[in-house]
């Protein structure tokens, strides 16, 4: 292939793959993890690499990272996806392996997707990670906790990555349009720091997504005599027909799902938008933070505040007539409601109690006197025999413990407990005082 070939192939290439690093020092980010003196540089510098998980959001650099420590100690560097790889690739590469270490040449394999290893997989590759063949760099976005066999997990250490900051990627995209070789540097595109970090805020810590961004945009930048400019509008608009920045089945899609949660619950309105707005702008489903919200209307706010639940549904109702637009206001609306209304988890704690006591006490008799009635046989079995009609009582209230609807053959227990807080306390308030009308009429008989 002659130059000319060479280079119009490599201008080809996606902007994120011409402008990987090579070396730690061009890489972003991460310094917990390749700083002077952390595991991953000490790695480098002496040539010798252990086996690893690499979990992170997209975009971290953690393929970046398996060739850079592949390059450092000297090992070939073989490369795999769990989707696409089966068995059969597999025994290739431990084949191939075993032929290097003929030759005295160390193997190093990066498995993409190590969480969507199967068993047959896993069970391939395992005795040669433990043999030392292989050394394995695995890259997941996933949780290897609950995704990777236990097995593999032991011989393996499991290295963190965090999204880049938005400083970090700026100097991935200063360093895009500088770099005349890999980069955009010979069109000689001119963007200021705002425009740059409009596309870093958009990355969402993601640097192979921010390089996307820009190499888009930069088909719209302007001619402006010896140079192009990139504006803020072009950024925008390329911005706003971008795709989601998390998978649905992900981490990511969850954890933010759970700051919700977690925000509302601990009464901060503030953080529980902030998490709201941007599981939105990500690409998130209003309507799965709607049903979030309506799980926490009874788990966490309960009877502290009724309102609560009816007006999620309310939210929810509105949004599907409403649409996406107006409707997003009024899951917001629900959502500041919750987070501020009082907070009882009596109800979750009632109805988990009452869960494990039917699970220990399966079999009991309901009592006669709450049994329906609807033919002559069953009247003379003495069903309804008994009940009291509440209406008909003094404050609408059968009082006594022999109207209590507890079975007989059963240990009576308590299960809700109302709180002082909100409404929950005039909850409280009426339980107690039935409570004592119980214990006179009990002590009258």
């Known amino acids: 292939m002659d130059l000319f070939s060479q280079h119009t192939s490599a201008e080809n290439e996606p902007l994120a793959y011409r402008m990987r690093p090579r070396t730690l020092e061009d890489y972003a980010g991460q310094e917990a993890l390749v700083g002077p003196g952390k595991p991953l540089r000490r790695m ?67 498995l993409d997707e190590i969480h969507r290893l199967n068993k047959s997989q896993q069970d391939a590759l395992l005795p040669h990670v433990e043999a030392g063949l292989l050394t394995l760099i695995g890259a997941t976005t996933e949780n290897p906790s609950f995704e990777v066999n236990s097995a593999l997990l032991s ?19 200063r360093r895009a349009l500088e770099d005349p070789q890999r980069g955009l540097g010979r069109r000689n595109i001119h963007a200021d720091d705002e425009v740059l970090r409009i596309l870093a805020r958009a990355a969402g810590g993601d640097a192979r997504r921010a390089l996307g961004l820009l190499e888009t945009a930069s088909d719209f930048a302007r001619s402006e005599g010896d140079r192009e400019v990139l504006d803020e509008s072009s950024v925008r608009e390329v911005i706003g ?18 700051a919700i949660h977690k925000s509302i619950r601990s009464s901060r309105p503030d953080a529980a938008l902030l998490y709201i707005a941007q599981f939105i702008s990500g690409g998130g489903d209003p309507l799965d933070v709607v049903r979030r919200l309506t799980a926490i209307a009874s788990e966490d706010v309960g009877n502290a505040d009724p309102r ?31 987070a501020v209304a009082p907070k009882s988890n009596a109800v979750e704690l009632a109805w988990k109690s009452a869960q494990r ?72 308030e009426m339980m107690e005082w039935r409570a004592a009308l119980d214990e006179r009429v009990d002590k009258d008989d």
């Open 241 to 258: 027909h971008s795709a989601s920045r998390f998978d649905k089945q992900g981490d990511a899609y969850y954890d933010l799902l759970s």
């Open 155 to 173: 011989r393996a250490r499991v290295y963190v990555l965090r999204g880049l900051s938005e400083d970090d990627v700026l100097k991935v995209l």
């Open 308 to 338: 609560a639940l009816p007006m999620v549904i309310a939210a929810w109702d509105a949004y599907l007539r409403l649409g996406d637009y107006e409707g997003q206001r009024a899951i917001a609306h629900a959502a500041v409601h919750l």
């Open 44 to 110: 480098v510098e002496s040539g010798v690499v252990r086996s690893m998980i690499l979990w992170g959001p997209p975009g971290t650099g953690k393929t970046t990272l398996a060739e850079i420590l592949a390059s450092a100690s000297g090992a070939r560097l073989e490369r795999l996806s769990a989707v696409m790889a089966g068995v059969k690739d597999i025994r290739e590469v431990v084949a191939r392996a075993q032929a290097a270490l003929s030759r005295q040449e160390k193997t190093l394999l990066f």
């Open 357 to 428: 006591f039917v699970a220990q006490h399966s079999s009991f008799e309901i009592p006669l006197y709450l049994r329906n009635a609807p033919t002559k046989l069953m009247e003379s079995l003495g069903y309804k025999k008994g009940y009291r009609y509440a209406h008909d009582e003094p404050h609408a209230y059968p009082a006594g413990s022999a109207h209590d609807c507890w079975p007989q053959d059963l240990p009576y227990q308590r299960f809700y407990q109302p709180t002082g807080t909100g409404q929950e306390k005039r909850y409280r």
